[in-house]
């Protein structure tokens, strides 16, 4: 079993709709990072997060430290948020990690149509 | 500021030569991690240097390995290529504090490499 689990695999949506991306992980974590994968494979960090609720424009990115679940919400979805979005814990010391050992969910593929 | 800059982009390599990929992080960011994509394993951490040491080192052989500079330029190595080494390799770039305390990673482009 993976360590950090992404669902869905696959998201088809339609314009304005909105999107939830799940990530649940089995370690301890310092931070939990989610990253946006366009296609010819360049990555942007969207969220680091270790607690709480971060929002940048349309995108909003929640984490539950007791349940071991981040969630990664896009509001009024557009066709330019198409991508692949991935999740990646930094596990934490007592988890025998460093803050820069990242392990990865396998992405969540998004195609949002016009 | 310029971004995290990989060279060369693509590579075509045979099995059994050895590769160096290049890396040169943000202005100011002193940590260099690497990381292999494949469409079977996905993302995956190689090795973290940090002041020129390695400070973290993911489940790869020792063929794989790595080394950075003074200036924080990191190059990584794979030697005798095997087919199944064919992945886009990045690398991101952080402001390092101590191992423990979380940072922002910023990604380069990556480097395709082919292995024929």
């Known amino acids: 079993k993976n360590e950090v689990e992404q669902s869905p695999q696959n998201l088809t949506a339609q314009e304005g709709e909105f999107i939830t991306i799940n990530c649940s992980y089995s370690v301890g974590i310092s931070a939990l990072h989610w990253l946006q994968q366009h296609p010819g494979g360049g990555i942007v960090s969207l969220f680091m997060l270790s607690s709480g609720k971060k929002k940048h424009g349309r995108l909003i990115a929640t984490i539950n430290i007791q349940e071991k679940h981040s969630s990664l919400h896009i509001t009024a979805s557009h066709p330019r948020d198409s991508a692949v979005y991935i999740c990646?814990?930094?596990?934490?010391?007592?988890?025998?990690?460093?803050?820069?050992?990242?392990?990865f969910g396998k992405g969540t593929l998004l195609t949002v149509n016009p | 500021k310029a971004g995290v800059t990989q060279t060369p982009r693509y590579l075509i390599k045979t099995r059994g030569q050895q590769v160096t990929l290049s890396c040169s992080p943000i202005?100011?960011?002193?940590?260099v991690s690497w990381y292999q994509q494949t469409p079977g394993q996905g993302l995956q951490f190689l090795f973290e240097?940090?002041?020129?040491?390695?400070?973290n080192k993911g489940n790869f052989p020792g063929r794989f390995s790595g080394r950075q500079f003074s200036n924080s330029r990191s190059e990584m190595n794979v030697s005798t290529l095997e087919l199944g080494d064919s992945a886009l390799y990045l690398c991101?770039?952080?402001?390092?504090?101590?191992?423990?305390?979380?940072?922002?990673?910023?990604f380069g482009p990556g480097t395709r490499l082919t292995v024929l």
């Open positions: 990646a814990a930094a596990p934490s010391r007592n988890s025998g990690g460093s803050n820069y050992k990242l392990t």
């Open positions: 202005s100011g960011h002193r940590s």
């Open positions: 991101a770039s952080s402001l390092a504090r101590g191992a423990y305390v979380s940072v922002e990673q910023f």
């Open positions: 240097y940090f002041s020129e040491t390695q400070r």
